[in-house]
């Protein structure tokens, strides 16, 4: 197993979140948790909602098999970026002058005075979406040369542009803020394409999809991409259920109190950092790895990286699961509350993460176990099982929220979560499941954990004496 690679794309993604902590930090002292704050993450949160999607997913996990296999890589690479981006400049150009219709889609509770004040940010905040997607592409072949540094980094570039924009703008009015968060999103999004173009250069990736363009030949790759988009679309949906199921909590949180979209959105920012930092940095580093042994036929050595991956996140994943339940409240009076954020606020956020961190070991585990179906091509299995995942929690999210508010649909997604990671393991392979548990290591785990959160209690009991 790469741990090398791995802890260096671990320590890029954590300063990256480091970052974004910062940025939430500042954010939560000048919106707090109130309509402006609201309106902001509504328009943000689309672009940022595909960002996870084909960052951290369905557009890798589709075209790094289909570009490993392809005969003619400059041309294949080339044709399947200029389909993406077309598309996605033409969609911006249609929210651009039609932001309206897509606000209303996003916060179906929200009145009409409200979705107008929404809809300029909504407008603006979506080109981070043609940006982020050359990002992704680019930040995709580097991962073929099995480089991950940068793109782990570039994430910071995004906060420290907002940070920037909080810094100037703290002490304006809460709309000067809310435009000046949506600009310094777009300038962020350019910094990260220019870092990529640079270390592209410096790999002489260049020359492969300026070679592309130069000798395109359609005819060629015609079946190659027929073939990728007979997997992308299953692929969207296999990779997405986190990110769709905390869409929907967003849009049925608009039916609740105000602040709803805010706690949920501050409580999902801690939740990501273990698992982006532990669950997707492997994944990110493994799947290259994985794909490239499947396709010489070599299972033995793809599965070797699955028990030793296992062992490594089930120990890492098991521990920031009970800090981020045990902790929770010093966590989020240490990070939020200050500034415009009240310590009632406080209080809605603890309960909101406590509920998003029973669903943290399920979902980075699926993380890990999905990587062999995208890699042996069985993208429309990993659909299948990420709809059964999704129907439960969406289900459960219009149950919970009835009796529980944010925190239940917070919960709701945690469920959604085990069943995805049950039902990806038996797609995987029941038996191989229990062949990598049936180790000293279980037990191991489980004294650990015991040990570790008795600690917890302790601390926390300490943190809270301070706190109170």
Known sequence: MRLKSIFTNSFGILFSRITGLIRDVLMASALGASLWSDMFFIAFKLPNFFRRIFAEGAFTQTFMPSFVASRHKGVFATAIFLRFLLF?????????????????????????????????LTAINFWYLDLIFIV???????????H???????????????ITALYLYMKEDPKSVAYALS????????????????????????????????????KAIEEEKKHFTSLFLPSIMGNSVPQISSFLDTLLATFLMT????????????????????????????????????????????????????????FLLGFATLGGIILAEPIVWLLFERGNFTSTMSTQTVYVLQMYMIGLLPFGLAKLFSLFLYASHRHLRAAKIAIYSLITSVSASLVLMQFMGAAGLALAGSIGGWILFVFTVKEVGTARFMTIIKSKKLAYLVLTLSLFSIILFYINNLLLNYIR
């Open 88 to 120: 996605l400049m033409l969609s911006s150009l249609v929210i651009t002058f039609f932001p309206e219709p897509i606000t209303k889609l996003m916060a179906w509770g929200w009145g009409e005075e409200r979705i107008a004040l929404t809809a300029p």
């Open 136 to 146: 992704t592409f680019l930040a995709t072949l580097l991962q073929y040369k099995e």
């Open 148 to 162: 991950f540094a940068t793109t782990a980094m570039a994430t910071a570039l995004l906060n420290i542009s907002m």
């Open 183 to 218: 600009y310094a999103v777009i300038i962020g999004g350019v910094l990260q394409v220019i870092v990529h173009l640079m270390t592209l250069h410096n790999f002489k990736l260049d020359r492969l999809l300026i070679g592309g363009w130069k000798y395109r030949k359609e």
């Open 259 to 314: 602040g709803s979209i805010s706690y949920l959105f501050y409580a999902n920012r801690v939740f990501q950092l273990p698992l982006a930092l532990i669950a997707i940095a492997t994944a990110t580093v493994l799947f290259p790895a994985v794909s490239k042994a499947l396709k010489n036929g070599n299972e033995t050595k793809a599965y070797e990286n699955l028990n030793q991956a296992f062992w490594l996140l089930a």
